[in-house]
């Protein structure tokens, strides 16, 4: 599943692909700036930010329910961790998707990007 990438097409695309891990603005930034010439290497790190995004939303606005740092703690350092295992992906040049969700976002955001 994991997609191979020319070094031409990762320099040219690791720009977009560090800008989209930039809060959910940087992403859609990325989104509508990789539309025209489309690059798959940001295309793949865009679909990877994108989905952790969503994700945080939608699990933070469970986690926020609680009020104790027991929960919402780990829930943060966990999307850190994940947010940083990308970012050092996309900066690196190197295909990682994130651990256990990273296929699926590929899947379901497929017609965001190239």
């Known amino acids: 599943m994991l997609k191979t990438f020319n070094e031409k097409e990762i320099e040219t695309g690791k720009t977009m692909a560090i800008v989209a891990h930039m809060t959910i603005l940087g992403?859609?930034?990325?989104?509508?700036?990789?539309?025209?010439?489309?690059?798959?290497?940001?295309?793949?790190?865009?679909?990877?930010?994108f989905g952790l995004t969503i994700l945080f939303f939608a699990l933070g606005s469970m986690a926020s329910r609680f009020d104790t740092w027991l929960i919402s703690g780990p829930f943060y350092f966990c999307f850190f961790i994940l947010w940083v295992?990308?970012?050092?992906?996309?900066?690196?040049?190197?295909?990682?998707?994130?651990?256990?969700?990273?296929?699926?976002?590929?899947?379901?955001?497929?017609?965001?990007?190239a």
């Open 85 to 113: 295992y990308s970012f050092i992906g996309a900066a690196s040049g190197e295909i990682k998707p994130i651990p256990k969700i990273g296929v699926y976002f590929q899947k379901w955001f497929d017609k965001l990007s």
């Open 27 to 49: 992403c859609l930034v990325a989104i509508f700036i990789n539309i025209e010439p489309k690059n798959r290497f940001s295309g793949f790190y865009i679909k990877q930010a």
